[in-house]
């Protein structure tokens, strides 16, 4: 398996723009996170799905920030419009387990978000 | 108040030289700690998961142990190639958060 494939690996936009983020998670994997890092605040949990529904969102900051997984294969982060303060490198998981006790989370390589 | 607390932030070792990460966190009712490793430029690794007090668990050069109030990752006879960001995460039992929260992590630079 090659893993969870994020695309892009980085991107760089102007305030105002919308940017999609796109996550291929394991075949098999049940669970997706959508995950962002920064700096100051460290890992990030954004949103969950399980069987493509969501479960949790509380994590999306604003309204601006959107997610959709129309099937098993595929998930989408959405920023519209997008801020400076978004800028961060964005990262989808998945799991066969919702908690990962056995197995852990496995991460995609992220996508480096730059806003100007 | 965060809840997983990482330290030292950044360690520099010489090749050979064993040292510990420390990962403490605050609150009660832990049902397990989890830790990652994560290269530059990648998403974290799974490493181990720790359940209760008094756990060991070994990979190779690593062994993360878990009191109940923090956990230890000790590394022993680092190689360059042990250098990364260690991440740990901690997944509360009921009433808590049910899916981990994560550190801000320990970068750990091994020199030759």
């Known amino acids: 398996d090659a893993g969870v494939i994020q695309s892009p690996r980085h991107e760089v936009t102007e305030m105002g723009q919308e940017v999609t983020l796109r996550c291929k998670p394991i075949s098999g994997h049940d669970y997706l996170f959508w995950y962002r890092q920064t700096m100051m605040r460290g890992l990030e949990l954004l949103i969950y799905f399980n069987n493509n529904v969501p479960i949790d969102d509380s994590g999306m900051p604003e309204d601006r920030f959107s997610a959709k997984m129309p099937n098993a294969s595929f998930s989408t982060l959405k920023i519209q419009p997008s801020e400076p303060r978004d800028s961060a490198v964005y990262f989808c998981?998945?799991?066969?387990?919702?908690?990962?006790?056995?197995?852990?989370?496995?991460f995609g390589s992220g996508t480096r978000l730059t806003v100007v | 108040e965060d809840q997983v607390t990482q330290s030292p932030e950044a360690l520099r070792l010489q090749e050979g030289e064993s040292s510990s990460l420390n990962c403490s966190y605050t609150?009660?009712?832990?049902?397990?700690l989890f830790w990652y490793r994560q290269d530059p430029g990648k998403g974290p690794e799974f490493l181990f998961t720790?359940?209760?007090a008094g756990e060991e668990k070994e990979k190779e050069r690593l062994k993360a142990t878990l009191t109940k109030k923090e956990s230890f990752l000790h590394i022993t006879a680092p190689k360059p190639e042990d250098s990364a960001t260690y991440l740990c995460?901690?997944?509360?039992?009921?009433?808590?958060?049910?899916?981990?929260?994560f550190g801000r992590g320990t970068s750990l630079i091994v020199h030759p």
């Open positions: 609150v009660s009712g832990l049902r397990g």
């Open positions: 720790l359940y209760s």
């Open positions: 995460a901690v997944l509360l039992g009921a009433g808590g958060s049910y899916i981990p929260t």
């Open positions: 998981a998945s799991s066969s387990e919702e908690l990962g006790l056995n197995y852990g989370y496995t």
